[in-house]
């Protein structure tokens, strides 16, 4: 297998394992307001959606697409998604039910609520 065939399985394996929601349960949370209210909007709060919620977009096109279709800007965009859910889940907060950090990694595919099941 090439180099860059190597580096695409892991950040999908990596992916496939930071991702734990179905791209149907994702585009069902992207529509509501919790996911709309989080995330970064610019240094000014200017765009009209969060940086997390246009990457939710994004994950749910990737999920559902066949793996032969998938581009190098998709495998950029796994290792992308594999970073910040690593990122975050070392910053849980107490209350993670209800909170902001909880519903900024549901916009990025990753529901932390599963892993304690």
Do not use: C
Not at 42 to 70: C, F, M, Y
């Amino acid at each position: 297998m090439p180099a860059g065939a190597d580096a695409n399985a892991k950040a999908a394996a990596d992916f496939a394992a930071a991702v734990n929601m179905t791209a149907d349960e994702l585009e069902k949370w992207l529509r509501t307001a919790q996911s709309r209210a989080v995330g970064w909007k610019g240094p000014h709060g200017e765009l009209h959606e969060s940086i997390g919620h246009a990457s939710g977009r994004r994950i749910v096109r990737t999920l559902r697409l066949p793996k032969g279709e998938l581009t190098g800007d998709d495998y950029t965009h796994m290792r992308k998604v594999v970073g910040f859910v690593r990122r975050h889940l070392g910053q849980r907060p107490d209350n993670v039910v209800t909170s902001r950090w909880r519903y900024s990694l549901m916009n990025w595919g990753h529901d932390p609520l599963k892993d304690e099941l």
